[in-house]
């Protein structure tokens, strides 16, 4: 089975990415690592900038799969675009766990914004775990 992660370039997300890593090397899994941009900031670039993250945390990237997903620019899914990315990649793989970085908001902003956590939370099959994202 997989452990999927999503992470944005956040140098925060460093600890997603080890969250995931010691869940999927404790359980025996394939790790796959999604990281979903913009139709314009797709390719090389994006890819490299978050391969740079990823391999500050974990030494060997053989078995570890980093997918560079492009948005869909739809207006018709029922959830944020990057949720709706990483629920039909979580559909797909079928994975054990979900392991996402949450950052903290307060108050309004809870309400106003949502986030891409909170909707994929609320719409994944399999169990999601959350990691604070800190500021390095």
């Not at 452990?3 to 600890?15: E, H, W």
């Amino acid at each position: 089975m997989t452990i999927l992660t999503a992470i944005d370039r956040d140098p925060g997300c460093r600890g997603v990415v080890e969250t995931a890593t010691e869940l999927a090397t404790s359980l025996d899994e394939q790790l796959v690592i999604i990281h979903v941009v913009s139709q314009e900031s797709a390719g090389e670039s994006a890819k490299a900038e978050v391969k740079e993250i990823v391999g500050s945390v974990i030494d060997d990237l053989d078995g570890v799969e980093l997918r560079i997903m492009p948005e869909q620019a739809r207006r018709d899914l029922p959830t944020g675009r990057t949720a709706n990315h990483i629920l039909q990649v979580s559909e797909d793989l079928e994975p054990n766990y979900i392991v996402i970085g949450s950052r903290k908001r307060t108050g309004l902003g809870k309400i106003l914004l949502g986030s891409v956590s909170k909707l994929v939370l609320a719409n994944a099959d399999a169990p999601v775990v959350t990691v604070e994202q800190t500021q390095d």
